[in-house]
């Protein structure tokens, strides 16, 4: 029987579905080291977002024929070393759409009006109300960079509240900005009109640092970021900077150039600032929908069936 190595929490339905043909082992905490050491034992490795599947990794992986991430992208991937090495790699680009989404406006909700701070002062006796005086997303704008699947919902929802909407996509057409009514236009653009800028995009070398210290000289006083899509599209130095010296507002991270950013200066910051630990695909549905996708993926690879490939 083929053997799937799970390295990562994955939910259970995606593990019932790899049991049907393989032995799953789930060894969640495996060190880089032992997982080199045992990574030639498997044909399969299923992944979220904290396992670096490099090159060494792979030439390791001499029996692997797939290689799964329960999420958006394959960033945390060499995908050109499975590719020489001829092992599919495959994801799950639509299972965590709407939790990310909700993930986003939560956090631009949050930030606008201080709940995670409010809630840790009520939690310890303290009942400050001047403290916490918040602002409205209504009648706002707000500027989406990206706007593929995440970023089209994080629209609809905007929308609803009352947002105007800005969005920077080269590769999406002015009629389909128009139908979820975002006005396109050049990122420069966006960063001087937004009281908000959100990102849906993914890391790649063009798009690393695209928030960085010039953008936020372009930016309002009153801008607020939130970054649910990956760490490493802000320049969090600049951004702590651009705090701290209040050419912006403040910022929504729930993801980091290093995770967990242990030692950043962000953690130092006050109220302008709501930091979570990735949860963007944090959600019951969202679990259950990766899982399955790539369980079923991984299940037709070791069956001998034709793949998606990422
Ligand atoms: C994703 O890319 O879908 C997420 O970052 C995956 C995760 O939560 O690990």
């Known amino acids: 029987m083929p053997r799937v190595l799970v390295t990562e929490p994955i939910d259970p339905a995606g593990v019932a579905i790899l049991s049907q043909v393989a032995q799953v082992d789930q060894r969640h905490n495996l060190t880089a080291a032992e997982l080199q050491a045992c990574i030639g034992e498997y044909d399969g490795l299923l992944v979220r977002s904290a396992t670096k599947v490099t090159q060494g990794l792979i030439t390791a992986g001499h029996n692997l024929k797939i290689i799964g991430r329960a999420g958006v992208g394959v960033d945390n991937i060499d995908v050109p070393a499975a590719t020489r090495q ?20 939560a956090l631009m909700l949050a930030l606008s009006r201080y709940i995670p701070q409010a809630n840790q002062l009520v ?4 009942w400050n109300r001047k403290e916490f005086l918040g602002v409205e997303v209504y009648k706002k704008t707000l500027g989406i960079v990206g706007l593929g699947k995440i970023g089209s919902h994080v629209a609809t929802i905007a929308r609803a509240m009352g947002m105007r909407l800005l969005a920077y996509d080269p590769f999406i057409s002015q009629e389909r900005a128009e139908q979820l009514g975002c006005s396109l236009m050049e990122l420069e653009v966006l960063f001087r009109e937004a009281d908000y800028i959100t990102l849906h995009i993914p890391k790649t070398p063009d798009t690393t640092h695209l928030i960085n210290r010039e953008s936020f000289k372009k930016m309002k006083p009153t801008t607020r970021i939130i970054n649910c899509a990956r760490g490493g599209l802000i320049d969090e130095v600049a951004l702590v900077d651009a705090i701290k010296a209040g050419r912006i507002a403040g910022a929504a991270l729930d993801v980091f150039e290093q995770e967990p950013p242990a030692g950043s200066p962000l953690l130092l910051l006050g109220k302008e600032v709501v930091l979570t630990p990735h949860l963007g695909a944090s959600t019951i549905e969202a679990q259950s929908n990766v899982a399955t996708d790539v369980a079923e993926q991984i299940r037709d690879v070791l069956l001998g069936l034709p793949a998606r490939s990422a």
């Not at 001829?86 to 406006?105: M, R, W």
């Not at 939690?123 to 303290?126: D, I, L, Q, T, V």
């Open 123 to 126: 939690k310890a006796g303290e």
């Open 86 to 105: 001829g092992i599919v790699v495959v994801n799950s680009p639509e299972g965590n759409t709407i939790a990310a989404a909700e993930q986003t406006v």
